[in-house]
Protein backbone atom coordinates (compact mmCIF):
# COMPACT_ATOMS: atom_id res chain seq x y z
CA UNK A 1 0.00 0.00 0.00
CA UNK A 2 1.17 3.33 -0.82
CA UNK A 3 0.35 6.26 1.99
CA UNK A 4 -2.45 6.49 4.01
CA UNK A 5 -6.04 6.42 3.30
CA UNK A 6 -8.24 9.83 2.91
CA UNK A 7 -9.63 11.32 5.40
CA UNK A 8 -13.29 12.63 5.67
CA UNK A 9 -11.73 16.07 5.89
CA UNK A 10 -9.09 15.38 2.60
CA UNK A 11 -12.08 13.53 0.56
CA UNK A 12 -14.61 16.41 1.68
CA UNK A 13 -12.13 18.94 0.01
CA UNK A 14 -11.46 16.80 -2.72
CA UNK A 15 -15.39 16.59 -3.31
CA UNK A 16 -15.93 20.79 -3.03
CA UNK A 17 -13.08 21.12 -5.53
CA UNK A 18 -13.52 18.69 -8.40
CA UNK A 19 -17.24 20.03 -8.54
CA UNK A 20 -16.85 23.66 -7.52
CA UNK A 21 -18.98 23.47 -4.53
CA UNK A 22 -18.42 24.55 -0.75
CA UNK A 23 -16.78 22.33 1.31
CA UNK A 24 -20.14 22.36 3.66
CA UNK A 25 -22.49 20.79 0.56
CA UNK A 26 -19.64 18.24 0.04
CA UNK A 27 -19.82 16.99 3.75
CA UNK A 28 -23.77 17.40 3.42
CA UNK A 29 -23.44 14.78 0.52
CA UNK A 30 -21.41 12.68 2.53
CA UNK A 31 -23.23 12.20 5.34
CA UNK A 32 -26.68 11.67 2.62
CA UNK A 33 -25.17 9.31 1.24
CA UNK A 34 -23.88 7.52 4.38
CA UNK A 35 -27.67 7.94 6.24
CA UNK A 36 -28.95 6.42 2.51
CA UNK A 37 -26.92 3.87 2.29
CA UNK A 38 -27.76 2.46 6.20
CA UNK A 39 -31.62 2.98 5.96
CA UNK A 40 -31.47 0.79 2.57
CA UNK A 41 -29.37 -1.78 4.18
CA UNK A 42 -31.56 -1.79 7.15
CA UNK A 43 -34.84 -2.04 5.40
CA UNK A 44 -34.37 -3.85 1.92
CA UNK A 45 -30.48 -5.25 2.81
CA UNK A 46 -28.57 -4.22 0.08
CA UNK A 47 -27.25 -1.02 -1.39
CA UNK A 48 -25.73 -0.38 -4.58
CA UNK A 49 -23.48 2.61 -5.48
CA UNK A 50 -23.33 2.25 -9.57
CA UNK A 51 -19.36 1.90 -10.79
CA UNK A 52 -18.42 1.53 -6.73
CA UNK A 53 -19.95 -0.99 -5.54
CA UNK A 54 -22.70 -3.02 -3.17
CA UNK A 55 -23.20 -2.79 0.61
CA UNK A 56 -25.18 -6.07 1.74
CA UNK A 57 -25.80 -7.96 4.69
CA UNK A 58 -24.83 -11.66 5.60
CA UNK A 59 -26.09 -13.61 8.11
CA UNK A 60 -23.64 -16.30 9.63
CA UNK A 61 -24.48 -19.31 11.00
CA UNK A 62 -24.03 -20.56 14.70
CA UNK A 63 -20.70 -22.39 15.27
CA UNK A 64 -18.30 -23.51 18.27
CA UNK A 65 -15.39 -21.62 18.68
CA UNK A 66 -12.57 -21.76 21.33
CA UNK A 67 -12.19 -19.36 23.99
CA UNK A 68 -8.59 -17.75 23.59
CA UNK A 69 -7.48 -17.83 27.10
CA UNK A 70 -8.43 -21.31 28.70
CA UNK A 71 -9.18 -23.67 25.74
CA UNK A 72 -12.93 -24.27 26.40
CA UNK A 73 -15.76 -25.19 23.50
CA UNK A 74 -17.87 -21.85 23.41
CA UNK A 75 -20.61 -21.66 21.13
CA UNK A 76 -20.95 -18.19 18.82
CA UNK A 77 -24.36 -17.32 17.75
CA UNK A 78 -25.78 -16.38 15.34
CA UNK A 79 -24.91 -13.33 13.78
CA UNK A 80 -25.91 -10.55 10.67
CA UNK A 81 -22.88 -8.84 9.31
CA UNK A 82 -22.24 -6.34 6.61
CA UNK A 83 -20.30 -6.98 3.62
CA UNK A 84 -18.85 -4.44 0.50
CA UNK A 85 -18.35 -6.18 -2.33
CA UNK A 86 -16.55 -4.13 -5.24
CA UNK A 87 -17.90 -3.63 -8.76
CA UNK A 88 -16.28 -5.53 -11.19
CA UNK A 89 -15.10 -2.17 -12.99
CA UNK A 90 -13.03 -1.46 -9.87
CA UNK A 91 -11.92 -4.96 -9.54
CA UNK A 92 -10.76 -5.17 -12.92
CA UNK A 93 -9.00 -1.37 -12.84
CA UNK A 94 -7.24 -2.66 -9.32
CA UNK A 95 -5.94 -5.83 -11.15
CA UNK A 96 -7.64 -7.72 -7.88
CA UNK A 97 -8.51 -11.32 -7.93
CA UNK A 98 -10.79 -12.79 -5.86
CA UNK A 99 -9.20 -15.53 -3.35
CA UNK A 100 -10.99 -19.16 -3.31
CA UNK A 101 -10.96 -22.82 -3.04
CA UNK A 102 -8.15 -24.11 -5.59
CA UNK A 103 -9.61 -26.74 -7.63
CA UNK A 104 -7.22 -29.23 -6.14
CA UNK A 105 -8.83 -28.67 -2.80
CA UNK A 106 -11.82 -28.42 -3.90
CA UNK A 107 -12.08 -31.94 -5.69
CA UNK A 108 -10.57 -33.46 -2.54
CA UNK A 109 -12.48 -36.25 -0.52
CA UNK A 110 -11.78 -36.84 3.11
CA UNK A 111 -12.31 -40.31 4.43
CA UNK A 112 -12.90 -38.60 7.79
CA UNK A 113 -15.88 -38.30 9.47
CA UNK A 114 -16.53 -33.90 9.44
CA UNK A 115 -16.67 -32.61 12.91
CA UNK A 116 -17.60 -28.80 13.81
CA UNK A 117 -13.56 -28.38 13.85
CA UNK A 118 -12.64 -28.96 17.00
CA UNK A 119 -14.01 -32.08 17.63
CA UNK A 120 -17.47 -31.10 18.77
CA UNK A 121 -20.69 -31.91 17.14
CA UNK A 122 -21.64 -29.79 13.93
CA UNK A 123 -24.31 -27.41 13.89
CA UNK A 124 -26.59 -27.33 11.17
Known sequence: MAGKPLTKK??????AKRLDISQKKAGD????LSSTAKREV????TFNLPGIG???TVRRKARYGRNPLDGSL???PVRTVARFQLSSQVSQGLQITT???SKK????K???PRSGGYGGPMLR
Open 10 to 15: QLTQQL
Open 29 to 32: FLRE
Open 42 to 45: QTKG
Open 54 to 56: RLT
Open 74 to 76: IRV
Open 99 to 101: VGV
Open 105 to 108: RATK
Open 110 to 112: SSK
